[in-house]
Protein backbone atom coordinates (compact mmCIF):
# COMPACT_ATOMS: atom_id res chain seq x y z
CA UNK A 1 0.00 0.00 0.00
CA UNK A 2 1.85 3.32 -1.50
CA UNK A 3 1.66 6.52 0.72
CA UNK A 4 -0.10 8.29 -1.53
CA UNK A 5 -3.51 5.99 -1.15
CA UNK A 6 -5.22 7.99 1.41
CA UNK A 7 -5.01 11.71 -0.23
CA UNK A 8 -5.88 10.04 -3.42
CA UNK A 9 -8.99 8.36 -2.13
CA UNK A 10 -10.14 11.27 0.22
CA UNK A 11 -9.84 13.71 -3.23
CA UNK A 12 -11.99 10.88 -5.08
CA UNK A 13 -14.42 10.46 -1.78
CA UNK A 14 -14.61 14.35 -1.93
CA UNK A 15 -15.04 15.03 -5.66
CA UNK A 16 -17.83 11.64 -6.05
CA UNK A 17 -19.92 13.09 -2.74
CA UNK A 18 -19.54 17.03 -4.78
CA UNK A 19 -21.34 14.93 -7.53
CA UNK A 20 -23.74 13.41 -5.61
CA UNK A 21 -25.03 15.74 -4.10
CA UNK A 22 -24.75 18.43 -6.51
CA UNK A 23 -26.62 16.01 -9.34
CA UNK A 24 -29.06 14.94 -6.97
CA UNK A 25 -30.01 18.64 -5.67
CA UNK A 26 -30.42 19.44 -9.68
CA UNK A 27 -32.09 16.02 -10.95
CA UNK A 28 -34.69 16.55 -8.05
CA UNK A 29 -35.15 20.45 -8.99
CA UNK A 30 -35.84 18.97 -12.81
CA UNK A 31 -37.44 15.70 -11.84
CA UNK A 32 -39.85 16.42 -9.11
CA UNK A 33 -42.33 18.45 -10.81
CA UNK A 34 -41.76 16.47 -14.32
CA UNK A 35 -42.91 13.68 -11.73
CA UNK A 36 -45.89 15.30 -10.42
CA UNK A 37 -47.07 16.23 -13.88
CA UNK A 38 -46.63 12.91 -14.87
CA UNK A 39 -49.25 11.82 -12.71
CA UNK A 40 -51.48 14.86 -12.14
CA UNK A 41 -52.03 14.97 -16.48
CA UNK A 42 -52.85 11.48 -16.41
CA UNK A 43 -56.34 11.08 -17.98
CA UNK A 44 -59.26 11.52 -14.95
CA UNK A 45 -56.59 12.89 -12.24
CA UNK A 46 -56.78 16.50 -11.26
CA UNK A 47 -55.34 18.26 -14.42
CA UNK A 48 -56.48 15.65 -17.11
CA UNK A 49 -54.53 16.45 -20.48
CA UNK A 50 -53.97 13.36 -21.88
CA UNK A 51 -52.03 15.28 -24.72
CA UNK A 52 -49.68 16.53 -22.10
CA UNK A 53 -49.29 13.27 -20.41
CA UNK A 54 -48.21 11.28 -23.91
CA UNK A 55 -45.50 14.16 -24.47
CA UNK A 56 -44.03 14.18 -21.06
CA UNK A 57 -44.19 10.37 -20.94
CA UNK A 58 -42.41 10.41 -24.57
CA UNK A 59 -39.61 12.83 -23.68
CA UNK A 60 -39.02 11.00 -20.36
CA UNK A 61 -38.84 7.89 -22.23
CA UNK A 62 -36.75 9.15 -25.01
CA UNK A 63 -33.58 10.17 -21.87
CA UNK A 64 -34.27 6.42 -20.26
CA UNK A 65 -33.51 4.62 -23.42
CA UNK A 66 -30.26 6.77 -24.06
CA UNK A 67 -26.81 5.01 -22.41
CA UNK A 68 -25.21 7.18 -19.43
CA UNK A 69 -22.10 6.78 -21.73
CA UNK A 70 -23.58 8.16 -24.53
CA UNK A 71 -25.49 11.08 -22.39
CA UNK A 72 -22.66 12.38 -21.14
CA UNK A 73 -21.18 13.04 -24.11
CA UNK A 74 -23.80 14.44 -25.56
CA UNK A 75 -24.32 16.76 -23.02
CA UNK A 76 -20.91 17.89 -23.22
CA UNK A 77 -21.50 20.95 -25.23
CA UNK A 78 -23.98 21.80 -22.86
CA UNK A 79 -22.11 21.39 -20.15
CA UNK A 80 -19.20 23.96 -21.84
CA UNK A 81 -22.34 26.73 -22.02
CA UNK A 82 -23.15 26.52 -18.71
CA UNK A 83 -19.97 25.46 -16.42
CA UNK A 84 -17.48 26.96 -18.92
CA UNK A 85 -15.52 23.64 -19.79
CA UNK A 86 -16.23 20.13 -20.36
CA UNK A 87 -14.31 18.45 -17.84
CA UNK A 88 -14.45 18.14 -14.21
CA UNK A 89 -17.07 17.24 -11.19
CA UNK A 90 -19.06 20.31 -12.11
CA UNK A 91 -19.02 19.92 -15.71
CA UNK A 92 -19.93 16.26 -14.91
CA UNK A 93 -23.09 17.42 -12.69
CA UNK A 94 -24.63 18.91 -15.89
CA UNK A 95 -25.43 15.10 -18.28
CA UNK A 96 -25.34 13.20 -14.38
CA UNK A 97 -28.64 15.80 -13.27
CA UNK A 98 -29.66 15.51 -17.41
CA UNK A 99 -29.39 11.97 -16.92
CA UNK A 100 -31.12 11.60 -13.54
CA UNK A 101 -34.30 13.56 -14.11
CA UNK A 102 -35.86 11.36 -16.26
CA UNK A 103 -35.33 8.24 -14.19
CA UNK A 104 -36.39 10.52 -10.66
CA UNK A 105 -39.47 11.49 -12.36
CA UNK A 106 -40.60 7.74 -12.93
CA UNK A 107 -39.59 7.24 -9.41
CA UNK A 108 -41.90 10.03 -8.10
CA UNK A 109 -44.61 9.40 -10.69
CA UNK A 110 -45.09 5.95 -9.29
CA UNK A 111 -44.74 6.69 -5.72
CA UNK A 112 -47.18 9.25 -6.18
CA UNK A 113 -49.31 7.16 -8.41
CA UNK A 114 -49.53 4.90 -5.17
CA UNK A 115 -51.34 7.30 -3.35
CA UNK A 116 -55.40 5.96 -3.37
CA UNK A 117 -57.62 8.23 -5.67
CA UNK A 118 -60.49 8.42 -3.23
CA UNK A 119 -58.03 10.80 -1.03
CA UNK A 120 -57.51 12.82 -3.93
CA UNK A 121 -61.50 13.06 -4.44
CA UNK A 122 -62.12 13.66 -0.75
CA UNK A 123 -59.74 16.77 -1.64
CA UNK A 124 -61.41 17.64 -4.40
CA UNK A 125 -64.73 17.67 -2.71
CA UNK A 126 -63.43 19.57 0.11
CA UNK A 127 -63.05 22.46 -2.57
CA UNK A 128 -58.88 22.35 -2.82
CA UNK A 129 -57.15 23.71 -5.57
CA UNK A 130 -54.61 21.37 -7.68
CA UNK A 131 -51.51 22.68 -5.73
CA UNK A 132 -53.04 22.00 -2.55
CA UNK A 133 -54.07 18.54 -3.38
CA UNK A 134 -50.67 17.94 -4.76
CA UNK A 135 -48.56 20.03 -2.00
CA UNK A 136 -50.71 19.30 1.29
CA UNK A 137 -51.94 15.48 0.10
CA UNK A 138 -50.08 13.22 -3.00
CA UNK A 139 -46.80 14.29 -1.55
CA UNK A 140 -47.17 14.29 2.49
CA UNK A 141 -49.34 10.60 1.79
CA UNK A 142 -46.48 9.35 -0.56
CA UNK A 143 -43.89 10.50 1.91
CA UNK A 144 -42.16 7.29 2.61
CA UNK A 145 -42.25 5.84 -1.12
CA UNK A 146 -40.76 8.91 -2.41
CA UNK A 147 -37.66 8.63 0.42
CA UNK A 148 -37.21 5.55 -1.01
CA UNK A 149 -37.70 6.47 -4.32
CA UNK A 150 -35.03 9.25 -3.68
CA UNK A 151 -32.68 6.93 -1.84
CA UNK A 152 -32.76 4.63 -4.77
CA UNK A 153 -32.29 7.56 -6.98
CA UNK A 154 -29.01 8.57 -5.01
CA UNK A 155 -27.40 5.57 -5.59
CA UNK A 156 -28.19 5.64 -9.16
CA UNK A 157 -26.88 8.77 -9.76
CA UNK A 158 -23.61 7.45 -7.41
CA UNK A 159 -23.04 4.55 -10.10
CA UNK A 160 -23.37 7.47 -12.55
CA UNK A 161 -20.65 9.14 -11.48
CA UNK A 162 -18.14 6.09 -11.70
CA UNK A 163 -18.92 6.26 -15.64
CA UNK A 164 -18.10 10.32 -15.24
CA UNK A 165 -15.65 9.43 -13.50
CA UNK A 166 -14.16 7.61 -16.92
CA UNK A 167 -14.28 10.33 -19.01
CA UNK A 168 -12.63 13.03 -16.72
CA UNK A 169 -15.20 13.60 -14.18
CA UNK A 170 -13.15 13.16 -11.50
CA UNK A 171 -14.06 11.26 -7.87
CA UNK A 172 -13.44 7.59 -7.32
CA UNK A 173 -14.56 5.91 -10.36
CA UNK A 174 -11.87 8.24 -11.93
CA UNK A 175 -9.24 6.78 -9.46
CA UNK A 176 -10.50 3.32 -10.11
CA UNK A 177 -9.88 3.63 -13.88
CA UNK A 178 -6.45 5.73 -13.48
CA UNK A 179 -4.92 4.24 -10.76
CA UNK A 180 -6.53 0.47 -10.42
CA UNK A 181 -6.74 -0.18 -13.62
CA UNK A 182 -4.20 1.98 -16.36
CA UNK A 183 -1.59 1.92 -13.79
CA UNK A 184 -2.61 -1.75 -12.13
CA UNK A 185 -2.82 -0.21 -8.60
CA UNK A 186 -4.80 -3.14 -6.99
CA UNK A 187 -4.55 -1.37 -3.50
CA UNK A 188 -6.36 1.79 -5.40
CA UNK A 189 -8.58 0.18 -6.86
CA UNK A 190 -9.71 -2.21 -3.89
CA UNK A 191 -10.12 0.71 -1.60
CA UNK A 192 -12.48 3.00 -3.93
CA UNK A 193 -14.91 -0.40 -4.31
CA UNK A 194 -14.76 -0.79 -0.81
CA UNK A 195 -15.35 2.57 0.04
CA UNK A 196 -17.99 2.66 -2.58
CA UNK A 197 -19.92 -0.01 -1.12
CA UNK A 198 -19.45 1.65 2.39
CA UNK A 199 -20.83 3.98 0.85
CA UNK A 200 -23.71 3.04 -0.93
CA UNK A 201 -25.22 0.83 1.98
CA UNK A 202 -25.25 3.74 4.49
CA UNK A 203 -27.70 5.42 2.10
CA UNK A 204 -29.73 2.77 1.63
CA UNK A 205 -29.69 2.21 5.17
CA UNK A 206 -30.59 5.81 5.97
CA UNK A 207 -33.43 6.01 3.49
CA UNK A 208 -34.93 3.24 4.95
CA UNK A 209 -34.50 4.57 8.42
CA UNK A 210 -35.99 7.48 7.10
CA UNK A 211 -39.17 5.97 5.77
CA UNK A 212 -39.49 3.69 8.85
CA UNK A 213 -39.44 6.91 10.77
CA UNK A 214 -42.13 8.02 8.74
CA UNK A 215 -44.51 5.43 9.49
CA UNK A 216 -43.93 4.22 12.43
CA UNK A 217 -45.83 7.07 14.51
CA UNK A 218 -49.03 6.18 12.41
CA UNK A 219 -49.45 2.48 12.89
CA UNK A 220 -51.89 0.52 14.28
CA UNK A 221 -50.73 0.63 18.21
CA UNK B 1 -82.93 22.91 -0.66
CA UNK B 2 -81.49 20.66 -3.52
CA UNK B 3 -83.34 19.93 -6.91
CA UNK B 4 -82.16 18.02 -9.73
CA UNK B 5 -83.65 18.50 -12.82
CA UNK B 6 -83.56 16.32 -16.21
CA UNK B 7 -80.09 14.83 -15.09
CA UNK B 8 -78.34 12.59 -17.57
CA UNK B 9 -74.87 10.75 -17.29
CA UNK B 10 -73.54 7.80 -19.79
CA UNK B 11 -70.59 5.99 -19.81
CA UNK B 12 -68.40 4.93 -23.07
CA UNK B 13 -67.23 1.31 -22.47
CA UNK B 14 -65.53 -1.40 -24.73
CA UNK B 15 -68.95 -3.31 -24.50
CA UNK B 16 -70.79 0.21 -26.04
CA UNK B 17 -72.47 3.19 -23.72
CA UNK B 18 -73.73 2.39 -20.61
CA UNK B 19 -76.60 5.22 -19.53
CA UNK B 20 -75.51 5.65 -15.79
CA UNK B 21 -78.54 7.87 -15.38
CA UNK B 22 -81.40 8.92 -17.33
CA UNK B 23 -83.92 11.97 -16.83
CA UNK B 24 -83.27 12.35 -12.79
CA UNK B 25 -85.96 14.94 -11.28
CA UNK B 26 -85.54 15.12 -7.61
CA UNK B 27 -86.10 17.98 -4.79
CA UNK B 28 -84.87 17.82 -1.34
CA UNK B 29 -86.06 19.81 1.22
CA UNK B 30 -84.10 21.59 3.53
CA UNK B 31 -83.66 19.45 6.80
CA UNK B 32 -84.57 16.21 5.03
CA UNK B 33 -82.85 13.37 5.16
CA UNK B 34 -83.19 12.11 1.61
CA UNK B 35 -82.10 7.94 0.88
CA UNK B 36 -81.44 6.75 -2.29
CA UNK B 37 -81.87 2.86 -2.32
CA UNK B 38 -80.81 0.52 -5.05
CA UNK B 39 -78.98 -2.55 -6.20
CA UNK B 40 -75.42 -2.47 -7.11
CA UNK B 41 -74.83 -0.46 -10.54
CA UNK B 42 -78.52 1.34 -10.54
CA UNK B 43 -76.71 4.51 -10.45
CA UNK B 44 -76.81 5.43 -7.11
CA UNK B 45 -73.44 6.09 -6.71
CA UNK B 46 -73.22 8.52 -9.74
CA UNK B 47 -75.88 10.37 -9.02
CA UNK B 48 -74.44 11.70 -5.75
CA UNK B 49 -70.99 12.15 -7.24
CA UNK B 50 -72.51 14.42 -10.05
CA UNK B 51 -74.17 16.49 -7.34
CA UNK B 52 -70.95 18.33 -6.15
CA UNK B 53 -69.75 17.25 -9.86
CA UNK B 54 -66.70 14.87 -8.93
CA UNK B 55 -68.47 13.19 -12.15
CA UNK B 56 -69.75 15.34 -14.60
CA UNK B 57 -73.35 14.86 -15.97
CA UNK B 58 -73.86 14.75 -19.72
CA UNK B 59 -76.78 16.84 -19.47
CA UNK B 60 -79.63 18.58 -17.05
CA UNK B 61 -79.25 20.67 -13.83
CA UNK B 62 -78.10 20.80 -10.33
CA UNK B 63 -79.43 23.18 -7.74
CA UNK B 64 -78.13 23.74 -4.58
CA UNK B 65 -79.50 26.92 -2.21
CA UNK B 66 -80.11 28.04 -5.70
CA UNK B 67 -76.93 27.98 -7.26
CA UNK B 68 -76.91 26.26 -10.08
CA UNK B 69 -73.53 23.83 -9.55
CA UNK B 70 -73.64 22.61 -13.08
CA UNK B 71 -72.83 25.53 -14.33
CA UNK B 72 -70.16 27.21 -12.55
CA UNK B 73 -66.89 27.74 -13.78
CA UNK B 74 -63.86 25.51 -12.33
CA UNK B 75 -63.23 28.16 -9.53
CA UNK B 76 -67.02 29.05 -8.63
CA UNK B 77 -67.19 24.87 -7.99
CA UNK B 78 -64.00 24.85 -5.91
CA UNK B 79 -65.76 27.83 -3.76
CA UNK B 80 -69.66 25.84 -3.97
CA UNK B 81 -67.69 22.55 -2.94
CA UNK B 82 -66.89 24.04 0.64
CA UNK B 83 -70.43 24.25 1.11
CA UNK B 84 -71.07 20.60 0.32
CA UNK B 85 -69.82 17.83 2.57
CA UNK B 86 -68.85 14.58 1.65
CA UNK B 87 -68.34 11.18 3.48
CA UNK B 88 -66.98 8.03 1.58
CA UNK B 89 -67.42 4.30 2.17
CA UNK B 90 -63.84 3.93 2.34
CA UNK B 91 -63.51 6.76 4.24
CA UNK B 92 -60.86 8.10 2.14
CA UNK B 93 -58.73 9.72 5.89
CA UNK B 94 -55.37 11.05 4.87
CA UNK B 95 -53.61 8.66 7.08
CA UNK B 96 -50.43 11.37 6.80
CA UNK B 97 -52.31 13.57 9.13
CA UNK B 98 -53.52 13.13 12.87
CA UNK B 99 -57.09 13.42 13.24
CA UNK B 100 -56.76 17.01 14.30
CA UNK B 101 -55.38 17.67 10.73
CA UNK B 102 -57.66 15.78 9.14
CA UNK B 103 -60.21 18.01 10.32
CA UNK B 104 -58.12 21.10 10.11
CA UNK B 105 -57.70 20.29 6.30
CA UNK B 106 -61.00 21.74 4.83
CA UNK B 107 -60.22 24.90 7.05
CA UNK B 108 -57.09 25.50 5.97
CA UNK B 109 -57.81 24.99 2.24
CA UNK B 110 -60.29 27.52 2.53
CA UNK B 111 -57.69 30.11 4.41
CA UNK B 112 -59.05 30.75 8.16
CA UNK B 113 -56.38 32.16 10.33
CA UNK B 114 -55.04 29.33 12.79
CA UNK B 115 -56.62 30.19 15.72
CA UNK B 116 -59.71 30.11 14.36
CA UNK B 117 -59.19 26.23 13.23
CA UNK B 118 -58.22 25.28 16.39
CA UNK B 119 -61.35 26.34 17.60
CA UNK B 120 -63.43 24.84 14.90
CA UNK B 121 -61.70 21.37 15.16
CA UNK B 122 -62.08 20.94 18.65
CA UNK B 123 -66.01 22.38 18.40
CA UNK B 124 -66.44 20.06 15.73
CA UNK B 125 -64.49 16.37 17.28
CA UNK B 126 -66.46 17.13 20.29
CA UNK B 127 -69.76 17.34 18.10
CA UNK B 128 -68.49 13.65 17.00
CA UNK B 129 -67.81 12.43 20.30
CA UNK B 130 -63.45 12.16 19.36
CA UNK B 131 -62.57 14.84 21.58
CA UNK B 132 -59.68 12.14 22.91
CA UNK B 133 -58.83 11.15 19.55
CA UNK B 134 -57.45 14.42 18.02
CA UNK B 135 -53.54 13.10 17.75
CA UNK B 136 -54.07 9.61 17.12
CA UNK B 137 -53.98 8.68 13.15
CA UNK B 138 -56.66 6.97 11.09
CA UNK B 139 -54.88 3.63 11.34
CA UNK B 140 -54.94 3.71 14.94
CA UNK B 141 -58.84 3.88 14.78
CA UNK B 142 -61.62 1.34 14.20
CA UNK B 143 -64.07 1.55 11.32
CA UNK B 144 -66.47 3.58 13.28
CA UNK B 145 -64.27 6.28 14.79
CA UNK B 146 -62.67 6.80 10.77
CA UNK B 147 -65.71 7.80 9.44
CA UNK B 148 -66.49 10.14 12.38
CA UNK B 149 -63.59 11.33 11.45
CA UNK B 150 -64.62 11.87 8.14
CA UNK B 151 -68.07 13.54 8.57
CA UNK B 152 -66.29 15.51 11.36
CA UNK B 153 -64.16 16.89 8.47
CA UNK B 154 -66.67 17.30 5.98
CA UNK B 155 -68.62 19.30 8.35
CA UNK B 156 -65.58 21.47 9.35
CA UNK B 157 -66.74 24.35 6.89
CA UNK B 158 -70.25 24.65 8.02
CA UNK B 159 -71.92 23.01 4.81
CA UNK B 160 -75.51 23.38 3.43
CA UNK B 161 -75.58 19.81 2.56
CA UNK B 162 -74.04 16.51 3.55
CA UNK B 163 -73.33 13.49 0.84
CA UNK B 164 -73.27 10.44 1.95
CA UNK B 165 -72.17 7.77 -0.49
CA UNK B 166 -72.48 4.17 0.75
CA UNK B 167 -70.71 5.64 3.97
CA UNK B 168 -71.93 2.98 6.29
CA UNK B 169 -71.44 0.01 4.00
CA UNK B 170 -68.39 -1.11 5.25
CA UNK B 171 -69.23 -0.69 8.96
CA UNK B 172 -70.86 -3.55 10.97
CA UNK B 173 -74.14 -3.08 11.78
CA UNK B 174 -74.18 -1.86 15.86
CA UNK B 175 -71.01 0.42 14.24
CA UNK B 176 -73.50 1.38 11.30
CA UNK B 177 -76.56 2.15 13.59
CA UNK B 178 -74.20 4.16 15.49
CA UNK B 179 -73.07 6.51 13.00
CA UNK B 180 -76.66 6.93 11.56
CA UNK B 181 -77.60 8.00 14.89
CA UNK B 182 -74.72 10.49 15.12
CA UNK B 183 -75.77 11.96 11.34
CA UNK B 184 -79.48 12.06 12.77
CA UNK B 185 -78.14 13.99 16.16
CA UNK B 186 -76.17 16.46 13.88
CA UNK B 187 -79.43 17.08 11.02
CA UNK B 188 -81.21 17.94 14.15
CA UNK B 189 -78.93 20.23 15.91
CA UNK B 190 -77.96 21.93 12.67
CA UNK B 191 -80.78 21.20 10.16
CA UNK B 192 -78.42 19.75 7.87
CA UNK B 193 -79.58 18.31 4.90
CA UNK B 194 -78.25 14.92 4.07
CA UNK B 195 -78.53 12.93 0.89
CA UNK B 196 -77.64 9.32 1.79
CA UNK B 197 -76.90 6.49 -0.75
CA UNK B 198 -76.95 3.13 0.50
CA UNK B 199 -78.22 -0.64 -0.80
CA UNK B 200 -79.70 -1.38 2.87
CA UNK B 201 -83.09 -0.61 3.52
CA UNK B 202 -82.57 -0.87 7.27
CA UNK B 203 -79.85 1.98 6.84
CA UNK B 204 -83.18 3.96 4.61
CA UNK B 205 -85.89 2.97 7.52
CA UNK B 206 -83.40 4.45 10.23
CA UNK B 207 -83.01 7.74 9.73
CA UNK B 208 -84.37 9.28 6.26
CA UNK B 209 -87.96 10.91 6.12
CA UNK B 210 -88.09 10.59 2.07
CA UNK B 211 -86.61 8.16 -0.20
CA UNK B 212 -85.58 7.51 -3.99
CA UNK B 213 -85.48 3.72 -5.29
CA UNK B 214 -83.18 3.75 -8.04
CA UNK B 215 -83.14 1.16 -11.09
CA UNK B 216 -80.83 1.29 -13.89
CA UNK B 217 -80.58 4.54 -13.96
CA UNK B 218 -84.53 5.88 -13.45
CA UNK B 219 -86.11 6.76 -10.56
CA UNK B 220 -88.53 4.62 -10.07
CA UNK B 221 -90.62 5.78 -7.09
CA UNK B 222 -90.00 8.27 -4.52
CA UNK B 223 -91.57 9.52 -1.52
CA UNK B 224 -91.87 9.91 2.30
CA UNK B 225 -90.31 6.84 3.59
CA UNK B 226 -93.73 5.73 5.01
CA UNK B 227 -95.55 6.06 1.96
CA UNK B 228 -92.96 3.80 0.03
CA UNK B 229 -93.06 1.58 2.35
CA UNK B 230 -96.38 1.29 3.05
CA UNK B 231 -97.43 0.94 -0.54
CA UNK B 232 -94.63 0.14 -2.47
CA UNK B 233 -96.00 0.43 -6.02
CA UNK B 234 -92.74 -0.98 -8.05
CA UNK B 235 -91.67 -4.62 -7.98
CA UNK B 236 -87.87 -3.52 -7.15
CA UNK B 237 -89.10 -1.34 -4.18
CA UNK B 238 -91.40 -4.09 -3.16
CA UNK B 239 -88.23 -6.35 -2.77
CA UNK B 240 -87.00 -3.83 -0.27
CA UNK B 241 -89.58 -3.35 1.48
CA UNK B 242 -91.40 -6.58 1.97
CA UNK B 243 -90.69 -9.21 4.47
CA UNK B 244 -87.07 -9.10 4.37
CA UNK B 245 -87.16 -9.89 8.13
CA UNK B 246 -83.03 -10.03 9.78
CA UNK B 247 -79.57 -11.54 8.65
CA UNK B 248 -77.38 -10.74 6.28
CA UNK B 249 -79.29 -9.13 3.26
CA UNK B 250 -78.36 -11.85 0.88
CA UNK B 251 -80.62 -14.12 2.74
CA UNK B 252 -83.40 -11.78 3.26
CA UNK B 253 -83.27 -10.95 -0.43
CA UNK B 254 -82.96 -14.78 -1.48
CA UNK B 255 -86.08 -14.74 0.86
CA UNK B 256 -88.43 -12.63 -1.58
CA UNK B 257 -86.70 -12.94 -4.92
CA UNK B 258 -85.52 -16.37 -7.13
CA UNK B 259 -82.04 -16.55 -8.79
CA UNK B 260 -83.24 -16.25 -12.32
CA UNK B 261 -85.25 -12.51 -11.69
CA UNK B 262 -81.95 -11.14 -9.69
CA UNK B 263 -79.24 -11.49 -12.38
CA UNK B 264 -76.28 -13.15 -9.90
CA UNK B 265 -78.12 -13.85 -6.69
CA UNK B 266 -76.74 -17.19 -7.29
CA UNK B 267 -73.35 -16.14 -7.51
CA UNK B 268 -74.39 -13.65 -4.24
CA UNK B 269 -75.47 -16.54 -2.65
CA UNK B 270 -72.50 -18.51 -2.83
CA UNK B 271 -70.05 -16.21 -1.97
CA UNK B 272 -72.17 -15.66 1.05
CA UNK B 273 -71.65 -19.12 2.10
CA UNK B 274 -68.19 -19.15 1.56
CA UNK B 275 -67.15 -16.18 3.45
Not at chain 1, 15 to 41: I, K, Q
Not at chain 1, 195 to 216: D, E, K
Not at chain 2, 53 to 71: A, C, H, K, M, Y
Request: glycine share 8%; charged share 20%; net charge neutral.
Amino acid sequence: MQEDLIPLLAEGLGETLYMVVLSTLVSLFLGLPLGVALVVSAPGHILDSPRLHRVLGAVVNVFRSIPTIILIVLMLPLARFLVGTSLGATAAVVPLSIGAAPFLARIIESALKEVDRGKVEAALSMGATPWQIIGRVLIPEAMAPLVLGVTLAIITITSFTATAGAIGAGGLGSLAVRYGYLRYRDDVMFATVAILIVMVQGIQWSGNAIARRINVNRQKL
Amino acid sequence: MISIVNLNKSYATPSGTLAALRDINLTVNKGDIYGIIGFSGAGKSTLVRCLNRLEEPDSGSVFIEDREITRLSTKELRQARKKIGMIFQQFNLFDAKTVFKNVAFPLEVAGYPKERIRQRVLEILELVELSDKAESYPAQLSGGQKQRVGIARALANEPDVLLSDEATSSLDPKTTYAILDLLRDINRKLNLSIILITHEMDVVRHICNSVAVLENGRIIESGSVQSVFENPSQETTRLFTRGMGDGPFVERLARVAAPDNIPGLAALQNLAVSA
